[in-house]
């Protein structure tokens, strides 16, 4: 069963610590991303991967990092020096980036206590 | 630099009806438009890609227009249903720094009820 999945679904954090979000994707897919959706306001683009070993920052980076160590994983941590955490933080994938569909995971909800 | 905007930002409609979503685009030099699907609390699920030498996108009982040069798009959901709820979400792809980015709006959440 191809897919994107997420974990965990639901993240509880205190101020102050780092929190790894998982993304696994059995797709064979080349590029990843990560966004950030806040209510009311449309999908922010955090990091995006073409390649195993290659990330790139999006519109929002700072505050988060990411590795791409394996094809299939592209794991986002969330460090203390993200000033607003609390999000709706989902994961994607594509055949490449400049491929047009995207498939996008169940989302991780992150809440900063 | 590109926005997206959707409106309405919510609407509410009884079962039947025949609904128009909206979505405009500041930049026309896009490669296609996309609309989206999310569910509460879940994944975007696509559901129509325009490229942008296309007029028009159809899937069952939804239309999905392109007009790029006015920076337009609109979704005809027709005959709608309660199991049509959900937030729906356009998004354009441009080039940005060599990478072609999708830019989302920030959705239109609909209810369809009984």
């Known amino acids: 069963d191809g897919g994107i999945t997420q974990s965990p679904k639901y993240l509880f954090r205190k101020e102050g610590q780092n929190v790894t979000l998982s993304c696994e994707q059995n797709?064979?897919?080349?590029?990843m991303y990560w966004y950030r959706q806040d209510p009311g306001q449309g999908l922010r683009l955090i990091y995006y991967s073409q390649i195993v070993n290659d990330f790139q920052k999006g519109d929002i980076a700072e505050g988060y990092s990411v590795s791409r160590e394996k094809k299939e994983s592209f794991p986002l941590t969330v460090t203390s020096a993200q000033k607003n955490p609390t999000a709706f933080y989902l994961c994607?994938?594509?055949?490449?980036?400049?491929?047009?569909?995207?498939?996008f995971g169940p989302g991780t909800r992150l809440t900063v206590l | 630099k590109q926005e997206v905007t959707q409106i309405p930002a919510a609407l509410s409609v009884p079962e039947g009806e025949n609904l128009v979503l909206n979505c405009s685009f500041t930049d026309s030099a896009i490669y296609n438009l996309q609309w989206f699907r999310q569910d509460p609390g879940k994944g975007l699920t696509s559901l129509l890609l325009?490229?942008?030498?296309?007029r028009e996108q159809t899937s069952g009982r939804l239309n999905a227009s392109l007009d790029k040069s006015s920076g337009r798009s609109t979704l005809y959901i027709a005959a709608s249903q309660p199991g049509d709820s959900a937030t729906y979400l356009c998004a354009v792809r441009s080039s940005s720094g060599g990478y072609n980015k999708l830019i989302f709006g920030a959705g239109t959440r609909l209810a369809v009820h009984p």
């Open positions: 797709l064979n897919h080349d590029a």
């Open positions: 325009i490229q942008s030498s296309q």
């Open positions: 994607a994938s594509s055949i490449s980036t400049t491929t047009d569909t995207q498939y």
